[in-house]
C-alpha cells in the first residue's frame, strides 16, 4: 500500500467552541500524529479493491463507518493492533492501541491551527480549495500551502471525518466532520466549524484523515470519553435556534 504520511503533533491545549449551543470547552491533548494529507483515492483502491480514477484526490463518498474500516485494515496491513473493533454498527475505540484511526475533534482542531487562532491559518486563498475556485470536484492532495505543522488541506478540498459524536441527545449517532469543502465559501471553511452526519452518510465533499496514538485510560482520550458521551445523550430539551432536526 502506498505509504501514509504522518506528521507529530505536540502536546498542547485547544479551544473548541460550538456556535449553535453557545458552547465552550478546552482541552489538554497528549501528543499524537496525524496524515500530512487527507486519505486519497489511490490508498483506499488499494487497501479495499475499489478504482481510483483520480489517485491524488481525496477518497470521497467515504462514511465514516467505512472510514473506520479503512483504519483498520491498515493497521493489519502494517502489522499495528487495529484500534477498532465492531458489534454490528456499533464500534469500540480501544484507546490504547498504537493502530491507525480517526482523529478526535479536539485532535483535529489542534493540528489544524498549528498554534493559529484565528478562523484560517493562513490567507484563505493561499492554503484553501474553496468555493472561490469554481471547483466541480476536489483537487488532487496538497495543491496548496500547508500550515506550520506540515499539514495540507485541512482547510477546504474535503470535509473529513472525525471520531466523536455530534449531539448524541439531538442527532444520536451522527459524527462531526471538519474543516469545509471545495464548494464552501468562507464562513465554513474555518477550523472551528462544526458538522454531522450519521455514520452511513456519504457526500462528495466529505473525505478523512487518519491519527496514531495510544492512550493509557479505557475509555477516554484527547478530548472523548465514553462517560461524557452518554451523559450527553441523556440531556433533553428543545433544539438551539437555527438547529436542523435530525432526519
Same mark, same amino acid.
Given at each position: 500500500?502506498?505509504?501514509? *504520511? ?6 498542547? /491545549? !485547544?479551544? =473548541? ?5 453557545? $458552547? $465552550? ?10 496524515? !500530512?494529507?487527507? !486519505? ?5 483502491? *488499494? ?9 491524488? $484526490?481525496? @477518497?470521497?463518498?467515504?462514511? %465514516?463507518?467505512?472510514?473506520? $474500516?479503512?483504519? &483498520?485494515?491498515?493497521?493489519?496491513? *502494517? ?11 456499533? +464500534? ?36 484553501? %480549495?474553496?468555493?472561490?475556485?469554481? =471547483? ?10 500547508? &500550515?506550520?505543522?506540515? =499539514?495540507?488541506?485541512?482547510?477546504? &478540498? +474535503?470535509?473529513?471525518?472525525? %471520531? ?18 471545495? @464548494?464552501?465559501?468562507?464562513?465554513? +471553511? ?10 452511513? /452518510?456519504?457526500?462528495?465533499? =466529505?473525505?478523512?484523515? +487518519? @491519527? ?11 478530548? %472523548? ?7 450527553? @445523550? ?9 438547529? /436542523?432536526?435530525?432526519?
Amino acid at each position: 500500500m502506498t505509504d501514509i *504520511e504522518l506528521a507529530y503533533i505536540p502536546p498542547g /491545549t !485547544v479551544a =473548541l467552541h460550538d456556535a449553535r449551543q453557545k $458552547r $465552550r470547552w478546552s482541552v489538554e491533548l497528549e501528543s499524537f500524529e496525524i496524515g !500530512v494529507y487527507a !486519505v486519497t483515492e489511490q490508498q483506499v483502491a *488499494e487497501l479495499i479493491g475499489e478504482p481510483a480514477p483520480h489517485p491524488r $484526490r481525496p @477518497a470521497t463518498g467515504v462514511s %465514516w463507518l467505512r472510514a473506520i $474500516r479503512f483504519c &483498520n485494515a491498515a493497521s493489519e496491513w *502494517e502489522g499495528l493492533d487495529p484500534a477498532y473493533s465492531f458489534d454490528g454498527e456499533d +464500534v469500540t475505540w480501544h484507546v490504547d492501541s498504537d493502530g491507525y484511526r480517526l482523529p478526535t475533534e479536539a485532535e483535529w482542531e489542534h493540528a489544524c491551527r498549528a498554534g493559529s487562532t484565528a478562523p484560517h491559518y493562513g490567507p484563505l486563498g493561499g492554503v484553501a %480549495w474553496t468555493s472561490a475556485d469554481g =471547483l466541480s470536484a476536489p483537487h488532487d492532495v496538497g495543491g496548496r500551502m500547508p &500550515n506550520l505543522h506540515g =499539514l495540507f488541506d485541512t482547510l477546504g &478540498n +474535503v470535509w473529513e471525518w472525525c %471520531w466523536d459524536l455530534l449531539d448524541p441527545a439531538r442527532y444520536d449517532d451522527y459524527r462531526v466532520f471538519r474543516g469545509g469543502g471545495f @464548494a464552501d465559501d468562507a464562513w465554513s +471553511v474555518r477550523a472551528s466549524t462544526r458538522r454531522g452526519g450519521s455514520p452511513r /452518510t456519504q457526500h462528495e465533499d =466529505l473525505g478523512f484523515r +487518519v @491519527a496514531r496514538g495510544g492512550f493509557d485510560a479505557v475509555d477516554a482520550a484527547q478530548g %472523548w470519553s465514553a462517560q461524557a458521551d452518554a451523559e450527553r @445523550a441523556a440531556i433533553s430539551g428543545p433544539l438551539p435556534p437555527g438547529w /436542523t432536526p435530525r432526519r
